[in-house]
């Protein structure tokens, strides 16, 4: 259970932060970095659920998201160094992944197919995915870097931000009327 008594500490002063488990690192790590993004990731589907009315079914999948967004940073908080815990660490599981591809493939079942690449845009709420999108995207290379950098990250986790920017582009898609109000790539148009 999280439990916030006061917010400033002023333990990060000198530039550094704790992970879950209690060793410090630079604010500019990685692993901070990587867990970073996926708080601002969290953060932009925060701004795209305040354009969502009437569409309870994708509102509810994105909070479930924003869940599943907490879990990914704690899990990348929490590097897997072997060592044994006092506490079982949260970590993205398999079917957090399953769930988001079962998800992709409902709302992909409602579109249009694509003729061309999509310019973010649209309505409000397809803007602010496509914004979803291209921040999970930033994150996932972060994370990516970091498990080239020899440093602990699950598959389930990798899998799972990867997935993230997938149902974001089809739910941009499908928030913009099922993709008839998709703005579409014209290349060379304005030569």
Not at 115 to 122: D, E, T
Request: net charge negative; charged share 30%; hydrophobic share 40%.
């Amino acid at each position: 259970m999280v439990k916030l008594n006061k917010i400033y500490t002023r333990t990060g002063d000198g530039g550094t932060t704790a992970l879950v488990s209690g060793p410090r690192r630079k604010k500019h790590d990685l692993r901070v970095e990587a867990y970073g993004e996926v708080d601002e990731t969290n953060a932009c589907v925060g701004l795209v659920r305040q354009h969502l009315a009437g569409m309870a079914e994708l509102d509810a999948m994105l909070e479930r998201i924003q869940n599943d967004l907490f879990d990914l940073g704690a899990d990348l908080a929490t590097p897997d160094t072997g060592q044994p815990l006092e506490y079982e660490p949260l970590r993205i599981v398999q079917e957090q992944v399953d769930r988001l591809e079962r998800e992709i493939d409902s709302l992909n079942a409602d579109l249009e197919p694509l003729r061309s690449f999509v310019l973010p845009g649209g309505s409000a709420a397809a803007a602010g995915l496509h914004l979803a999108r291209t921040v999970a995207r930033r994150a996932e290379r972060r994370i990516v870097a970091l498990a080239d950098g020899g440093e602990a990250v699950s598959k389930p986790a990798i899998a799972y931000i990867n997935r993230l920017s997938d149902l974001f582009f089809v739910a941009a898609r499908w928030v913009n009327d099922k993709g008839r109000s998709d703005i579409l790539w014209v290349p060379g148009k304005n030569r």
